[in-house]
């Protein structure tokens, strides 16, 4: 794995050659097989996961329902990271929809980085910010069609 494929990321895509790389010696990659759990609902989170490969689904269970898949992650995309900013349980559970490989970057590595690179923190925020908007529009997007849909039924 090199550097190289943090540039489709949209955390780091306004970062340059060097950054991309101080970022990618911060992580550790891990591979999961088809079904592994990477983590649970409610679990303590101490890292995100940027996809080099594979597919991870994000689910939730339900009483008497069972799973229910939220979305489905690609390559470039990125999970775990709302423990980036709140030290609280994980809100969902992540599987592996396939066999995959993820770079796993440890919350506190990456603070201490960003402390130490102002430049880079604020590309990485904004980047951040931009990303969290686009998933509430989809998921308000998501709900209107759902309310939608119960009217008329």
């Not at 940027?50 to 390559?75: C, H, N, W």
């Not at 931009?130 to 308000?140: F, Q």
Request: proline letters at 3%; glycine letters at 6%.
């Amino acid at each position: 794995m090199n550097a190289e494929f943090l540039k489709d990321v949209e955390l780091f895509q306004g970062l340059n050659d060097t950054q991309l790389a101080d970022i990618l010696l911060l992580g550790v990659v891990k591979e999961y097989a088809k079904d592994d759990v990477i983590f649970e609902e409610n679990s303590p989170g101490n890292c995100f996961y940027v996809i080099y490969s594979g597919a991870i689904r994000i689910s939730k269970i339900f009483d008497q329902m069972g799973e229910e898949a939220l979305t489905v992650l690609r390559p470039g995309d990125f999970l775990g990271e709302m423990s980036f900013f709140q030290d609280e349980p994980r809100s969902a559970r992540a599987v592996a929809q396939e066999d995959s490989q993820l770079l796993e970057i440890r919350n506190g590595d990456l603070k201490k980085h960003l402390e130490a690179q102002p430049d880079v923190a604020l590309i990485f925020l904004w980047a951040f910010c931009r990303t969290l908007s686009r998933r509430v529009r989809e998921t308000n997007e998501k709900f209107t069609a759902l309310f939608a849909i119960s009217r008329v039924f």
